[in-house]
């Protein structure tokens, strides 16, 4: 019938469900939860388990190793493949509708993609409350409410970690660095103020008041020793120049410790206080936050200094206090309590050393007598009269400076021992220089030589006295005694009686 013969054409394969009733959609929805899902519609155990394993696996890594970047990359990648591969076992699977007519192929997609939507709301939602939990934790830690920092952080779990890892890792940091700032401030003020100090280092570190807080303790232990800790002022210091530099906003915190530790100088042992103003003295700083509490506290350092002197004075150091009394008199003498820094400089018998003035003492001027203070003798029990000593600074024109020695030679004498032998006694003068200054103004106003002092008493007993004595068998040598009217008037022309 036909000139030539038609060969039979090929029907092309028609492409057929794979086992089961398995739907490309519902199979990469399943996957899409990352539990294998997928492969248990396509009726493929192994490739199920193994899929449930490796999210368990890197689940658990990703919980236990935040820090680590490599797990939060894989996990999501290890879903993605599971994704591409249900896609690729069902890229030539018929549209499951068109051979399910009776609609249980949609039902297994209304499955499959409900736990997808399930799995990828909860991790959105455990997104959202780990950076809420977070961000409610870093305002109390500003805030400096630490104890509701490491309470609301201790509510992170693993699934926030899976969700969330970068937030849930600062807030770990938050929670070191908090669970440090409560510990440190359980300790005495040195440790305390070591471990805020710690605290202020740490990278989870939020609370701007750290600053003053630390400087606080610093300055609390400096004053815990038998002498002020300089060294821990000048670091508490430091660190509330630090706070000024950093924040800013710590302006008023930074003024009100420095004004607590200056107001506290009152209530400080008095050399402890005397040594704060002396540093505070030297100091040159630009912020007002720190100048003008330290400048205001400088009205009661004199006070300090003299209370200090009289602190020494009591313990036995002379020497001491009358540094602190003559510095005191140096640089505030026209302060009121100037006439007992005065009054310490005579009382410890150190003026000659390093005279200095007294302007509320009277002028030595006009008719005598210039009552004086005596320094180097004393004036005890020869009869100076009244008018002549001056019982305090306030009272007193001169002080008088005396040393003694030996003086010049005067007479030798023979005398003759009970027991019948002779003693030769050879007499000296006792010499006096004296030196005289107006305490109004500590300078000198005489500067002269006495020499007093009878040569071979009638007799030589045992009442005798001497500043020099000599003695080699038969012979002796030794000082004249002196009349206290002989003393007295060697400093009647200078008291002008």
Known sequence: MYPFPIAPQAIPPQPQPLRGDADPIAAVAGNATML??????????????????????????????????????????????????????????????????????????????????????????????????????????????????????????????????????????????????????????????????????????????????????????????????LTDVENAFAQLETTLDEHPGQAGAVRGVVEAFTAGLVDMPPCHGYAADQWLAEQDWDAPELAEPAAAAAADAPVRTLRCGQEWADGGDLETAAALYREFLTEYPEHELAAEAADGVLDTGSYCADPVAYPGAPAYSGRGPHPMRLQGTTSEDRGFPAEWLGEDAAGTELVVCVTAEVGDYQDSCRYQRSDGSTLWATFYAHRFDITAYELRTGEEVAAYSRQIGKACPDTMDNTYSTVYFSYSGDFMSLASEYTDAEFRGMFSGIVGA
């Open 36 to 229: 294998g899902i997928g492969y248990m519609l396509l009726r493929r155990p192994i490739l199920a388990v193994v899929a449930l394993c490796g999210t368990g696996f890197l689940t658990w890594s990703a919980a236990v190793q935040v820090e680590n970047p490599l797990w939060r990359f894989l996990l999501p990648a290890w879903g993605l493949a599971m994704i591409l591969h249900a896609w690729w076992l069902t890229r030539r699977t018929v549209p499951s509708v068109l051979v399910d007519p009776a609609g249980a192929v949609r039902r297994l997609r209304f499955f499959a993609g409900t736990a997808a939507a399930l799995v990828l709301l909860s991790l959105g939602w455990f997104r959202i409350d780990a950076w809420w939990i977070v961000h409610d934790a870093e305002a109390a830690q500003a805030a400096g409410d630490c104890e509701d920092v490491v309470a609301a952080l201790g509510t992170l779990d693993a699934v926030h970690r899976v969700a969330f890892g970068p937030v849930t890792t600062r807030g770990d940091e938050e929670r070191e660095a908090c669970g440090i700032l409560l510990a440190a401030l359980e300790e005495a003020p040195s440790e305390a103020a070591e471990g805020l100090g710690e605290y202020l280092e740490h990278p989870g570190a939020l609370w701007d008041g750290a600053g003053p807080e630390r400087a606080a303790l610093l300055l609390e232990a400096a004053a815990e020793g038998g002498a002020l800790d």
